[in-house]
């Protein structure tokens, strides 16, 4: 029922019937079996409703047709009203005729087919009947029908328990009242009526519960089937792109830096100074070893000559000899030293090291890392995989590397080498390091990711159920837990 048709009085939403001349008793009887026949026919519930409040007039005359169902005479709800094909449900007229059909419903007639008394109604309902009801009301419960029982010996027939209580019914109204026969006929029809009303809505029932007792098994039959899609194991773990075959610059003496040549990811050619050690020191131990050097070779210069006149002097010659040696071989040491004190560039790179002044100033010892010369042309994916987290890692599975400056664009690489000992990585987390190689051309002009980016690796590898996928560490630590 539309909103504007709701908001009238049904005294002017539905059409006037014309009025018929009362049916003969044998045609009327015809008419009763034929609305029976074509009740028992409709297929769905819509159908049905539809029939019930329309076709219904070719019987008896009326003016309007209200179809209701009751969920155990709780509220009523209207499911369909004559010539009115879209109902709405919160329009006062619905409203009020759910409260009316209530009232009937809990009255002591409520199975019967009686014709509804207004004063038997409440104050509210029985105050609008005059704007909403019509003046003879005809209330006729649609029964559900009962089993046939057998009588138990001794019981008396009239002592079987009542019938259900109703939980449809048609609400007629006209201006004409209702005649005893109309009455009778209406009961027939009613029960005919009601015979095929609940052979549908026990259909709808059954079905409803069969649907209801497979859902929960057809949910777990799907969920069991979900997790038994077999996916690649797989996982995540920090990395950062670097060179392939770095060459370590290290420290070749003990001392503090004085200058650094290049900045960091500086490109640097062959032979390129890249920092310089403080030389004072060294260059004073140069001074005095040269000196040294020359006092030596003179003293050894004046026992030679003095040997031919003096046998003891002559014993000295090859110890001073010795000391010569000796000088020389210091002075050696330290001009070897003067020049390490400017470290080149072993081959072309980058100079990969944090910042200048982090070094500046900083003593160091001999063998200390001090900057990474990397060849940009040779990348490779540094990967840290917790040890928690850690698969079965074999050489040449696929590994996607996602940038945290182009996460959307992930690069393709494969495992080349993870190490067996796992170590701490720079976070403090017990890692096992993995190596992979990027795939070429997987950039634009194919030029290789920029050394020192970073990122999140995710690692795959073989293809397991999705279960053992979803549920690996709960697992494991029930394994751990338990000791199996």
């Known amino acids: 029922m539309s909103a504007v048709m ?95 059909v209530r009232a009937v419903a809990a009255g002591a007639q409520a199975d019967t087919v009686h014709v509804v008394d207004p004063a038997a109604l409440p104050a509210d309902v029985r105050g609008a009947w005059g704007e909403w009801g019509p003046a003879q009301v005809l209330w006729c419960p649609l029964r559900k029908p009962e089993p046939q029982r057998e009588t138990a010996p001794g019981v008396p027939a009239g002592s079987r328990s009542k019938a259900a209580p109703s939980l449809a019914g048609l609400w007629l109204g006209r201006d004409e009242p209702w005649t005893d026969g109309e009455i009778l006929l209406l009961s027939h029809l009613a029960e005919g009526y009601g015979h095929a009303w609940w052979a549908l809505s026990g259909k709808r029932a059954k079905r409803r519960g069969l649907r209801r007792a497979l859902l929960p098994l057809l949910v777990l039959l799907a969920a069991a089937g979900a997790l038994a899609i077999p996916v690649p194991m797989s996982t995540l773990a920090p990395a950062e792109i670097q060179t392939s075959n770095p060459v370590i610059v290290a420290a070749p003496l003990d001392g503090v830096i004085e200058r650094f040549h290049v900045q960091p990811n500086q490109a640097v050619a ?181 050394i020192g980016l970073r990122g999140t690796a995710k690692i795959l590898g073989d293809r397991v159920p999705l279960a053992l996928y979803l549920f690996r560490r709960p697992l494991a630590l029930l394994r751990q837990s338990l000791g199996i």
Not at 13 to 40: D, F, H, I, S, Y
Not at 276 to 299: H, I, P, Y
């Open 6 to 100: 709701a908001q009238t009085p049904p005294q002017q939403a539905a059409p006037q019937a014309t009025t018929q001349a009362a049916p003969q008793p044998v045609n009327g009887l015809l008419m009763l079996l034929e609305l029976q026949r074509q009740a028992w026919r409709q297929a769905t519930a819509p159908e049905l409703r539809y029939h019930i409040v329309n076709q219904t007039r070719r019987l008896i005359a009326y003016r309007q047709a209200a179809f209701l169902t009751l969920a155990d005479r709780g509220r009523p709800t209207l499911e369909a009203v004559s010539n009115i094909a879209v109902l709405e449900p919160n329009a006062p007229f619905a409203q009020w005729l759910e409260q009316a």
């Open 270 to 450: 062959a032979g390129q100074p890249l920092f310089s050690f403080d030389s004072t020191v060294l260059r004073s131990r140069f001074e005095v070893a040269r000196k040294g050097l020359t006092q030596a070779e003179a003293e050894l210069l004046t026992a030679s000559q003095a040997a031919f006149a003096d046998p003891q002097t002559k014993a000295r010659v090859a110890q001073l000899r010795a000391q010569v040696e000796l000088r020389r071989a210091e002075l050696a040491l330290a001009r070897d030293l003067l020049d390490r004190v400017t470290v080149k560039a072993e081959r072309a790179g980058i100079a990969v090291f944090t910042d200048v002044n982090d070094w500046l100033g900083k003593p160091l010892s001999v063998g200390e890392r001090v900057l990474t010369l990397a060849d940009p042309q040779a990348p490779e994916i540094d990967i840290m995989v917790p040890v928690g987290d850690a698969l079965v890692l074999e050489p040449g599975s696929p590994v996607e590397l996602f940038l945290n400056v182009d996460p959307l664009h992930p690069l393709r690489a494969r495992l080349t080498h993870a190490s067996y000992e796992a170590g701490l990585s720079a976070s403090g987390v017990l890692s096992y390091r993995v190596k992979a190689a990027l795939e070429p051309g997987q950039t634009p002009g194919d030029v290789p990711p920029r």
